[in-house]
């Protein structure tokens, strides 16, 4: 979506730069959920996409070692039909470190003005979202119940039920 489609942009945005600090927009909802540093993770997601007029690019990069720098390891591109309504992203790399990153989106209709992070393009539009990247704590709790309460005796069969529950920060497969 356009930030404003009767005023050009005429002077650098202040939130400009390779860090994109403050820079926040509203065309994903919640991009991307937390990473636990250390672990390989493939970011993948369905982009929106609205008013496609002419075959556009796309790119997008997640600064996984939290250097303010988006490098071509960070990135995956592709084309984008004119008229077509998604896009899926899906770049992988390993959270370097604890604490704050970002995401940024490129899409215009020249392609090598949005395969840089940064610069000038004559047309498109630019989104930034933050990511968190933590410490892993995965933990699990078990607890078992009977479905008697009472003593059993020889030749009675007692059904148990295990639960397992996540009570980690990361999410646990194949419990």
Same mark, same amino acid.
């Given at each position: 979506?356009?930030?404003?489609?009767?005023?050009?942009?005429?002077?650098?945005?202040?939130?400009?730069?390779?860090?994109?600090?403050?820079?926040?927009?509203?065309?994903?909802? $919640?991009?991307? &959920?937390? !990473?636990?540093?250390?672990?390989?993770? /493939?970011? @993948?997601?369905?982009?929106?996409? *609205? =008013?496609?007029?002419?075959?556009?690019?796309?790119?997008?990069?997640?600064?996984?070692?939290?250097?303010?720098?988006?490098?071509?390891?960070?990135?995956?591109?592709?084309?984008?039909?004119?008229?077509?309504?998604?896009?899926?992203?899906?770049?992988?790399?390993?959270?370097?470190? $604890?604490?704050? &990153?970002? !995401?940024?989106?490129?899409?215009?209709? /020249?392609? @090598?003005?949005?395969?840089?992070? *940064? =610069?000038?393009?004559?047309?498109?539009?630019?989104?930034?979202?933050?990511?968190?990247?933590?410490?892993?704590?995965?933990?699990?709790?078990?607890?078992?119940?009977?479905?008697?309460?009472?003593?059993?005796?020889?030749?009675?069969?007692?059904?148990?039920?295990?639960?397992?529950?996540?009570?980690?920060?990361?999410?646990?497969?194949?419990?």
């Amino acid at each position: 979506t356009s930030e404003n489609d009767n005023v050009d942009n005429s002077t650098t945005s202040p939130n400009a730069g390779p860090g994109a600090n403050g820079d926040l927009d509203d065309a994903l909802p $919640a991009p991307f &959920s937390d !990473a636990a540093v250390g672990t390989p993770r /493939t970011y @993948t997601r369905t982009i929106p996409l *609205t =008013g496609e007029s002419q075959t556009a690019r796309l790119c997008g990069w997640v600064d996984f070692d939290r250097d303010s720098v988006f490098e071509s390891s960070e990135r995956d591109c592709q084309n984008v039909a004119a008229s077509q309504t998604s896009a899926t992203f899906s770049v992988t790399g390993t959270p370097a470190s $604890a604490g704050a &990153s970002y !995401a940024r989106f490129r899409l215009g209709y /020249t392609a @090598t003005q949005v395969e840089s992070p *940064t =610069g000038p393009a004559d047309s498109g539009e630019v989104e930034d979202y933050p990511i968190s990247f933590i410490n892993a704590s995965p933990a699990l709790s078990l607890s078992k119940t009977a479905d008697r309460i009472s003593t059993d005796t020889v030749g009675q069969i007692t059904t148990y039920t295990f639960t397992a529950t996540n009570t980690g920060n990361v999410t646990i497969n194949n419990v």
